[in-house]
């Protein structure tokens, strides 16, 4: 579950070649691991390895050696003079011993498989000429591509394309993840990614102490909330969902009925008095109560049992949602804030970010899509674009006091003490109006029972996406919380809890 970035990774080798394993033998892993999935997608046919001049292209060299001994049809094209090739890199372009053709797109034939050895996941400058050429004809050949640890054009550190990118239809990483498997637009860029044991101990994790990882249930389960044979509703903890007036009333209750299903005991929205007969009429085991001003809701809240508050979702963007968010934070409930109480704060971050850090232990979960991120954290986004959805989202956490959750098909969840978590199990069809909504209620249901605010995020996220992708195609905001059954229930089976 651990991500680690391409200074990490580079750690994580040295630590190994400290301890006694050259690095010309994690070279050689990697290339029979690439040779072993090359084999697989290519069958009987050709394959051609397209190498770069550094440890990449070193992989690459072994892996058309291995293949080659394994009676392939392997090629080579280098994109350097062979005889600058240094280090490990060196030595496994001596062990070739076939011949090594220009990297220009002459060199592409009609091979059934290329394997993209040309740039490592430390690329931080845009490809241009030969190798842009190169890439360029890679993608359009329309031959199916294995990359090695990383499609080359994409940074390995922000998943970002750097000007040009081989589309590949697998690729084969080492030890961990890096960012760019899973950010957008580096994930599409790296089709299937398969991480390949080379020989690294898993306790080089401790002394590097990564501080990202994969948001999947690995990372939480041991804070997962399990329904225990002597329980009862309090004990599992009480939501309020602001309402918005009469004529918005639909996101709160989508919230509302999430919080239930993701296991909150009890849940009430928190109605003005214009929308209590709509909002009535539309729930049953959600509560409805009547909460027009600031001081009425402070007071609901001065009952401890209601332990957990969603605020934003079509609340209305304006002073009264600022007042309901302000005396939300004054009762130190655990709090998500989304859509119109981030925004009614756009013209002064400031005085939420401070409130917010008053509190001893914040249990604040922020959720912005791109543009509300934007309007709350515009110094930020402003300051330089060129941050990684990873960086922004980390330094957002830190700079508001709160756990930031950067909503998309790549989410981010970041918390203020560095901690962050990449989630990618978003389907396409979540793009629907009315999903934040039904997010934003998982969310306080995990924070009703009492789970920490960055691992509630994380695991809102991750039942989000698993709930669509267990409607599928057609699915609407409604369709959500009624999936979270089926997937709570796979979910207790893969941890072993008893229900």
């Known amino acids: 579950m651990e991500i680690l970035t391409v200074s990490e990774m580079t750690q994580a080798d040295q630590i190994t070649i400290r301890r006694g394993t050259p690095g010309f033998a994690l070279m050689q892993a990697a290339g029979r691991a690439v040779a072993d999935t090359a084999e697989a997608m290519a069958g009987q046919g050709a394959i051609l390895v397209v190498a770069g001049r550094g440890n990449n292209g070193g992989d690459g060299f072994v892996a058309a050696t291995e293949l080659a001994a394994r009676g392939r049809d392997v090629s080579v094209a280098l994109l350097c003079n062979r005889a600058t090739l240094k280090g490990d890199a060196a030595l496994a372009a001596d062990a070739w011993k076939g011949e090594v053709l220009p990297c220009d797109p002459s060199a592409i034939g009609q091979p059934r498989l290329i394997i993209d050895a040309l740039f490592g996941a430390g690329l931080d400058r845009e490809v ?10 890679i993608n359009a050949s329309g031959i199916p591509v294995l990359a090695v640890d990383l499609p080359s054009g994409v940074n390995g550190d922000t998943g970002a394309v750097m000007g040009v990118a081989v589309e590949a239809a697998q690729t084969v990483t080492f030890f961990r993840r890096k960012p760019g498997h899973l950010l957008l637009p580096g994930r599409v860029h790296c089709g299937e990614v398969h991480v390949a044991d080379i020989g690294i101990e898993a306790d080089v994790l401790g002394e590097i102490a990564p501080r990202t990882f994969e948001n999947i249930p690995e990372q939480w389960e041991d804070l997962f909330p399990s329904p225990q044979i002597d329980g009862h509703k309090y004990a599992r903890g009480h939501t309020v969902v602001v309402s918005g007036d009469q004529a918005a009333t639909g996101a709160a209750r989508l919230s509302a009925r999430a919080a239930l299903r993701a296991g909150a005991g009890l849940v009430t929205v928190a109605s003005p008095r214009d929308a209590l007969a709509v909002n009535a009429a539309a729930l049953t085991a959600v509560m409805v109560r009547e909460t027009e001003t600031a001081q009425q809701f402070a007071e609901m809240l001065a ?3 209601l332990n957990a508050c969603v605020i934003g979702p079509a609340s209305g963007i304006g002073k009264r949602t600022r007042d309901l968010v302000r005396a939300a934070l004054q009762a130190e409930c655990a709090l998500v804030l989304d859509a119109d109480a981030l925004t009614s704060f756009a013209d002064d971050p400031e005085q939420l970010f401070v409130r917010i850090k008053r509190q001893d232990d914040p249990q604040v979960v922020l959720t912005p899509h791109t543009g509300e991120f934007g309007r709350l954290f515009k110094d930020l986004a402003a300051a330089d674009a060129s941050r990684s959805k990873l960086e922004q989202t980390r330094l957002a956490a830190r700079t508001s006091g ?40 998982i969310i306080g249901g995990m924070l009703a029972q009492r789970v920490p605010a960055f691992e509630a995020a994380c695991m809102g996220v991750w039942l989000h996406g698993e709930a669509a992708q267990e409607f599928g195609p057609g699915l609407i905001a409604e369709d959500l919380p009624d999936m979270l059954p089926a997937v709570l229930r796979n979910l207790y089976d893969e941890l072993g809890i008893a229900y």
């Not at 241009?128 to 004809?137: F, Q, Y």
């Not at 970041?414 to 999903?435: C, F, H, Q, V």
């Open 402 to 441: 709160a756990v930031v959750l950067l909503k998309g098909a790549d989410t981010v969840i970041a918390s203020p003490d560095g901690r962050a978590a990449i989630t990618a199990n978003a389907p396409p069809w979540l793009a629907t109006a009315g999903s934040g909504d039904v997010l934003s209620g």
């Open 128 to 137: 241009k000429g030969d190798p842009r050429a190169m890439i360029e004809a």
């Open 303 to 305: 009952d401890r049992r």
